[in-house]
């Protein structure tokens, strides 16, 4: 890879900013809506302020978040992940102090993501690699992938390297032309049993599922 390349901004994000916006936009409604309402009941007996307060504590809280959600943008430059919503954090995934695989599922639709945690400022950024319902999905693009694959592997972590095997498989299946079913992180992420809206996967049995790969 050449030194260009390396300090090229790459893309983290799975879903287009339109659906991140419409979804941001929905929650906004939703926080105003709910807001109001609670707001409004009070009112009845409080008056004025017994509208605005309720309306405040509830409705605030969300708008910020939906505000955030529409801001928040993922990116690879060199070996550092970055997000930014409100503002910027960063990871360097050559001194990554954690990695993991973290699978949320959510009124049936699984999202595997890549959990980093490390310097500059031991800070831990979700990275959504791919999300599925039913036999089928979305997945973060092929070139993002191997860029990241890439850069866990030039880490010389045990942990990174795991992955970055894992990634490679999941390039080779989509490669080959393989069904969203048959590529390792559907696979991985449908292995995790259900009945919690958050599971990380241990570093031992991510190694044991890409050992078992073809």
Known sequence: MSEEQSQEAVPLDLLDRRVVRRRAISVAIAAVVVGAAIGGIAGLFAG???????????????????????????????????ARAFGTRRVDLSRATALDVLITDIRGTRTISLVVTGPPRH??????????????????????????????AGTGDTRALVLSELIVAQLKAEARGDAAADRPLYRLASAVPGGGVARRVSNTDVAKFVAMLD
Do not use: H, Q
């Not at 405040?56 to 060199?78: D, H, I, S």
């Open 123 to 152: 800070r831990t950024l979700n990275v959504a690699l791919a999300m599925y319902a039913g036999t089928g999905g979305k997945e973060l693009g092929i070139y993002p992938l191997r860029r990241l694959a890439d850069t866990l």
């Open 48 to 82: 004025t302020a017994g509208f605005f307060v309720p309306m405040t504590v509830l409705a605030l809280p969300l708008l910020l978040m939906a505000f955030g959600e529409a801001r928040k943008t993922y990116w690879l430059r060199g070996s550092e992940v970055a």
